[in-house]
C-alpha cells in the first residue's frame, strides 16, 4: 500500500522541503530565514510563527529540497510510532510513574544515517535501546516495525547490529585477527568459504580505514594498543561483518577527539549508503561539521521529540519557531542549550522549561496536523492494521548457525591466542609456582620420618591444597569477568551459542591451572621429600589436579555469578577462606560444633586434604626413639585427624562431584544472566 504524503511527513519528521539552509556549516554564507515572509508569498504555505514556539498553518513552498537520501516509505527499514516508554520510581514509600519517552514517532530508511542528540537524560539511550531491542524493565508502548512487520526477537538481533559505547575487546588480538574470529563466528560455513570470510575481513579492514594497523594489538589500559577511534572502527567492522539491516551505535565519538569522531561517522554514513542499511547513533554535542554530517537528526528533550527532519532544515525549523541559531554558533551546541533544562535558579528553571514545553508542543502540532490530514484519507491506519504480524519471512533470511564443534574450536583457538599473548598473566603464575615451590619446599625441608615430621607433613599437605585454591582462583577471576562481559556484547547478536562459550572457556583455564600446579608440587615433593615414592607422588598429583579442576569450576561459578569484578574479589576470597578454616588442619573435622560440622561435606579443601593425608601416611612408621609424644604409624595419623572415613577414590571422586556441581551452576547462572529479559513492541 502506499502511503500518504502526510504519512511519509509524520514517519520522516519535519519534511525535507520544509526549509533549506544554504551553505550550513559555511561562515561565509547565511541561512534562509523563512518567517514571517514565507507565508506572504506561498499559496499553501506554512508560517512557522512566533517566539511562543507554536506552529501556526499551512505547509510551506520551498525552493527544491536538499533531500536526504531516502525518504520514500517503501525504502523504511524501521518504523516507530507512539513510542513511550515509562518506568516506576520510588519516592519514599509511595511509587510515581515517570516517563522516559513520549509518543516519539519516526523511521529509519534504507541508506540513512540519523543521530539521536539531546542533553544529558533526555533519553537518547533509552530511545536507541528501545528501537534495537535491549530495553530492560519499565513499560514499553506503541509500536515499531522491521520492514513492515512487528519484530521477531530472535530474528532482529541477528539482523541489526549493536556498537556498544565501550569496546570491549581481547586486548592481545591484532586489528586483523579480532575481524577474522569475528568472521569465522558470525558468517555461516554453509554460506562462507574460509577464503571468503577473509576476504570479507580485508574488504571491511579496507572501508574502515585499518589497512595501517590491521596487524597491531588491540590493547587496553594496561597494554598500548590502537587508539580510540581506529577501536571504535575496529568494533563497527566486527559488526558489519554480517551485512545488517541496521546498525545502532551508542556515542560512537565519546572519548574521542574531533577528528576521529568526524572519521567513525563519515565512515558509518558512507557505508549506511553504500549497503543501504539504516545506521542510528546517540552522540553527545557533535561538531557543526558532525553535524552537518548527518542526514536527519532527531532531537530530544525530556523524552519529548523537539525536532526530527532532515539535518538540512533543522536551523530554519528552529528559526520558523522563533529560535534563530547565531550564524557563528555550532548549531548542535544551540539547539542543545535550547532543549536543557537551567537548574541554576528557580527562575532559570521555570524559564527554561517552559521553553522546551513549547518546542515539544511545536513539533506536536506540527505532527497532529499531518495526523490529521492523514486521517482523512485513511490510508495510514489501513497501512497499519495489515502490518502488525510477524514476518516469518526475514526468518528465512536469518543465516544459520555454524556447528557446536566449529564454535567451541574457534573459540578455543581464540582464546588460547589471546592467552598466550598475555605474558604478563602467564609469567605471573609461572613465577608464582616456582617461587611458592621453592619457598615451601626449603621451608619443610627433607622431611624425616620422625615425630616431628608428623606436624610437618599436615603442614605441607596443607600448603598444597591452600596452592590449588586462592592461586588458582583469583587471577583467573580477573580473566573471566572481563571475558564474560565480551561473551555478553556478543551473545546480544547470537553470534555463538553460550554453551560452546562456556566450555571453551573452562577448557582453556584448566590447562594453565594443571601446568602451574604440576610445577609447583614437583618442586615441593623433590625439595621436601614427602614420601618418596612414584605411585605416591602420582597419585598426590592427581587429587591435585582434581583440586585445581574444582577452583576452575568454582571461578567460573563466582565469574557467572557477580556483576563485577568488584563483587567477584569479595565473594571469592570469603567462600575460599571459609574451605581452608574448615579444611582439617586448623580444627578437628570430629570436634567443630554439629551446627557448622556438615560443612565439610561440601567443602573440596576437606576431600582434597583427607585425600592426601591418607596418600602420604597410609603404610608409613615413624622413628620414635626419641620419646615424646608420638604417632607409631601413619594410620594413627590419620584417625587422630579425623581424615580416615572414605578412601582416597571416594574423596577424589567427591571432588569431581563437586566440580561437576560448581561447573553446572557457573552454566546456570551463565543462562540465567543473559537470558533476554528485554521488552518488545
Ligand atoms: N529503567 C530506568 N529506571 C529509571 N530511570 C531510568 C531508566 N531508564 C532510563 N532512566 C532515566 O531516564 C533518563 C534518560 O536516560 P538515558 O540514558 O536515555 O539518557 P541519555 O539522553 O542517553 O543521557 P546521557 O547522554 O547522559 O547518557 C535518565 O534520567 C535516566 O536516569
Redesign the pocket.
Known amino acids: 500500500m502506499v502511503a500518504s504524503e502526510a504519512n511519509r511527513d509524520i514517519l520522516n519528521g519535519v519534511p525535507s522541503d520544509a526549509h533549506v539552509v544554504e551553505g550550513f556549516g559555511d561562515p561565509t554564507s547565511s541561512y534562509i530565514h523563512p518567517p514571517p515572509e514565507l507565508s506572504s508569498n506561498t499559496s499553501n504555505a506554512v508560517s512557522i510563527a512566533g517566539s511562543n514556539g507554536v506552529y501556526s498553518d499551512a505547509l510551506p513552498m520551498q525552493p527544491p529540497p536538499q533531500a536526504p537520501r531516502s525518504t520514500d516509505m517503501s525504502n523504511a527499514i524501521l518504523r516507530w510510532d507512539r513510542l513511550t516508554y515509562e518506568?516506576d520510581?520510588k519516592v519514599g514509600k509511595s511509587t510515581n510513574t515517570?516517563v522516559?519517552l513520549n509518543e516519539i514517532t519516526g523511521q529509519v530508511c534504507a541508506g540513512e544515517t540519523i543521530a539521536i542528540i539531546?542533553?544529558?537524560?533526555?533519553?537518547?539511550?533509552?530511545?536507541l535501546n528501545a528501537l534495537s531491542g535491549r530495553i530492560?524493565?519499565?513499560r514499553l508502548s506503541g509500536q515499531v516495525l522491521f520492514h513492515g512487520s512487528r519484530r521477531n526477537p530472535g530474528t532482529y538481533k541477528r539482523l541489526t547490529a549493536y556498537v556498544q559505547q565501550d569496546d570491549i575487546m581481547h586486548a592481545m588480538l591484532t586489528v586483523n585477527e579480532t575481524l577474522t574470529y569475528a568472521s569465522r563466528l558470525r558468517l555461516p560455513n554453509s554460506q562462507y568459504t574460509q577464503s571468503e570470510k577473509s576476504e570479507r575481513v580485508a574488504s571491511i579492514i579496507k572501508k574502515l580505514r585499518l589497512e595501517g594497523i590491521k596487524n597491531s594489538q588491540i590493547g587496553n589500559a594496561k597494554t598500548r594498543g590502537v587508539s580510540g577511534g581506529e577501536r571504535k572502527r575496529v568494533s563497527i567492522g566486527a559488526e558489519l561483518l554480517t551485512d545488517p539491516h541496521l546498525l545502532f551505535l551508542d556515542?560512537p565519538t565519546s572519548g574521542l577527539d574531533s577528528n576521529s569522531s568526524q572519521l567513525v561517522v563519515e565512515l558509518v554514513k558512507q557505508v549506511a549508503r553504500e549497503r543501504q542499511i539504516g545506521a542510528m547513533m546517540?552522540i553527545?554535542q557533535p561538531s557543526a561539521r558532525i553535524f552537518n554530517t548527518f542526514d536527519k537528526v532527531i532531537l530530544?528533550s525530556q523524552?519529548h521529540i523537539v525536532y526530527f527532519g532532515p539535518t538540512a532544515t533543522a536551523i530554519n525549523y528552529f528559526a520558523g519557531i522563533g529560535y534563530q541559531c547565531p550564524m557563528h554558533e555550532n548549531p548542535a551546541d544551540y539547539f542543545i542549550d535550547l532543549m536543557t533544562l537551567d537548574f541554576r535558579t528557580e527562575e532559570a528553571l521555570a524559564e527554561s522549561r517552559s521553553r522546551v514545553v513549547g518546542l515539544a508542543q511545536s513539533f506536536i502540532q506540527y505532527r497532529s496536523k499531518n495526523e490529521l490530514a492523514d486521517n482523512t484519507t485513511g490510508s495510514h491506519a489501513g497501512e497499519k492494521s495489515e502490518l502488525t504480524s510477524v514476518s516469518d519471512a526475514l526468518l528465512v533470511e536469518v543465516s544459520p548457525r555454524n556447528s557446536w564443534i566449529f564454535e567451541y574450536k574457534t573459540l578455543v583457538h581464540r582464546d588460547s591466542t589471546n592467552l598466550m599473548r598475555n605474558m604478563t598473566f602467564l609469567l605471573s603464575q609461572g613465577f608464582q609456582s616456582l617461587a611458592t615451590a621453592l619457598i615451601v619446599g626449603f621451608m619443610f625441608f627433607y622431611l624425616k620420618h620422625d615425630a616431628i615430621s608428623v606436624q610437618n607433613r599436615l603442614g605441607v599437605l596443607y600448603v598444597i591444597v591452600l596452592n590449588a585454591t586462592f592461586p588458582v582462583v583469583m587471577p583467573s577471576l580477573q580473566a573471566f569477568v572481563q571475558e564474560r562481559d565480551i561473551m555478553l556484547r556478543e551473545r546480544a547478536s547470537a553470534v555463538y551459542r553460550v554453551t560452546t562459550f562456556y566450555v571453551a572457556k573452562a577448557t582453556s583455564f584448566i590447562p594453565i591451572a594443571l601446568i602451574t600446579g604440576i610445577i609447583f608440587i614437583l618442586g615441593v615433593y623433590l625439595i621436601s621429600h614427602l614420601v618418596f615414592d612414584a605411585g605416591k607422588f602420582f597419585i598426590a598429583l592427581g587429587i591435585f589436579a582434581c583440586l585445581n579442576i574444582v577452583s576452575v569450576a568454582f571461578m567460573l561459578l563466582i565469574g557467572c555469578s557477580v556483576e563485577n569484578i568488584d563483587i567477584a574479589f569479595v565473594i571469592g576470597p570469603a567462600i575460599l577462606t571459609l574451605q581452608l578454616l574448615f579444611g582439617g588442619l586448623l580444627a578437628n573435622p570430629s570436634t567443630i560444633t554439629p551446627v557448622l560440622r556438615w560443612l565439610r561435606w561440601v567443602n573440596p579443601v576437606y576431600y582434597a586434604y583427607a585425600a592426601l593425608i591418607r596418600n602420604e601416611f597410609a603404610g608409613m612408621t615413624f622413628d620414635c626413639s626419641s620419646g615424646g609424644q608420638c604417632y607409631e604409624n601413619g594410620e594413627q595419623v590419620i584417625e587422630t585427624y579425623s581424615m580416615g572415613r572414605f578412601s582416597i577414590w571416594a574423596n577424589t571422586l567427591f571432588l569431581l562431584l563437586i566440580a561437576a556441581v560448581y561447573f553446572v551452576g557457573g552454566y546456570a547462572m551463565l543462562r540465567w544472566k543473559i537470558k533476554p529479559k528485554y521488552i518488545w513492541v
Do not use: D, N
Not at 118 to 127: D, F, P, R
Open positions: 518506568v520510581t515517570r522516559i539531546g542533553s544529558s537524560g533526555a533519553g537518547k539511550t533509552t530511545l530492560v524493565g519499565g556515542e546517540t553527545h530530544l523524552g
